[in-house]
């Protein structure tokens, strides 16, 4: 029955015709869809509404560019971590303006103080956060230095005061996040190491800070697998060279600098700040909820060559 119903002939070389003979039917179906009824733009598991996030040096630079990025995702509480009370606030403040240009009105947004090599401030700023918000779902550990002196001349109080940011600050604050997170039944960590952990960068001298940043990757690592059954997810993300406004103005007064890292970057460029929003929303998200332990590099194809 269903051979004489569906038959397939050819009509011409090369080309075949569908033939459909009583009782099937064939018809288009167009559906139309208006602003009330339109389906969504993303997949709903990359979305950040009702999520609480958190963000280390989200005052400036690529933490800030974190909080865009969880605010066009549609995130409305949000705690805005920085080294000054003055420039967290103002970041905060800026930040709620700008969702409400993104349509999000109802927005809870604040700054908070905090110097992440202390244990006893990351604690303190954690307490404030729970008792704003009563919980937290997302945290980016952003906040880092990089300096550059060659290995016979770097300070060591130079290189106490790197390592004690970039790393201790690093498991800090996972660490504060994960005690707060367990009880509540688990969410997403990110370390922001960098492609320095998986490279040594040319020309400028920075071993200090590549061995920061490869501790950092192997610690979102080793969280993760301390963690999984806990409901607790540790990934880490690693920028390659990114056009933040501090490198800008570096490069303002050497462009030969400049030349180097487009010319040793595949892409053949530098990155944007937001060319790494993408990645932080899917770490943050439910969208990578079977993922913990990993790292993406988002470098332009630095790391392959």
């Known amino acids: 029955m269903a051979s004489r119903l569906l038959q397939i002939s050819k009509t011409r070389p090369q080309a075949l015709s569908l033939r459909v003979s009583s009782p099937v039917v064939s018809k288009v179906v167009y559906r139309r869809f208006n602003s009330t009824n339109a389906p969504p733009r993303t997949l709903p598991s990359f979305s950040m509404a009702g999520k609480v996030c958190l963000v280390t040096g989200g005052a400036r630079g690529l933490g ?3 909080c865009r ?3 066009q995702s549609g995130c409305t509480s949000l705690a805005v971590i920085d080294l000054k009370q003055s ?3 103002n970041a905060a403040e800026e930040l709620s303006s700008f969702a409400a240009s993104n349509g999000l009105n109802d927005v809870k947004f604040i700054g908070i103080e905090c110097d992440v090599s202390s244990e006893q401030s990351v604690q303190k700023a954690y307490a404030e956060v729970m ?3 009563g919980r ?6 952003s906040a880092g230095i990089v300096e550059n002196y060659s290995a016979f001349d770097y300070p060591v109080d130079r290189i106490k005061r790197l390592y004690d940011i970039n790393v201790h600050g690093a498991f800090f604050t996972a660490r504060e996040a994960a005690r707060n997170m367990i009880p509540q039944g688990g969410g997403s960590i990110v370390l922001v190491a ?3 952990a998986n490279i040594i960068n040319i020309p400028q001298p920075q071993t200090p800070y590549n061995a920061s940043k490869a501790a950092v990757k192997h610690m979102a690592a080793s969280l993760a697998v301390e963690w999984a059954k806990k409901g607790v997810r540790v990934n880490s993300l690693s920028p390659g060279y990114m056009l933040t406004k501090l490198t800008k103005t570096i490069l303002q007064n050497d462009q030969e600098l400049k030349k180097t ?6 892409m053949g460029r530098m990155g944007e700040p937001d060319d790494l929003s993408g990645a932080i929303v899917f770490l943050a998200s439910d969208a990578s909820k079977f993922m913990t332990g990993s790292e993406i590099r988002v470098d332009g194809g630095y790391c392959i060559i």
């Open 131 to 133: 008792e704003t918000y």
């Open 87 to 89: 420039e967290a606030t």
């Open 69 to 71: 990025a969880f605010v």
């Open 261 to 266: 890292w487009e010319s040793l970057t595949p």
């Open 136 to 141: 937290v779902d997302s945290v980016v550990a």
């Open 64 to 66: 800030n560019e974190f």
């Open 194 to 196: 960098s492609m320095s």
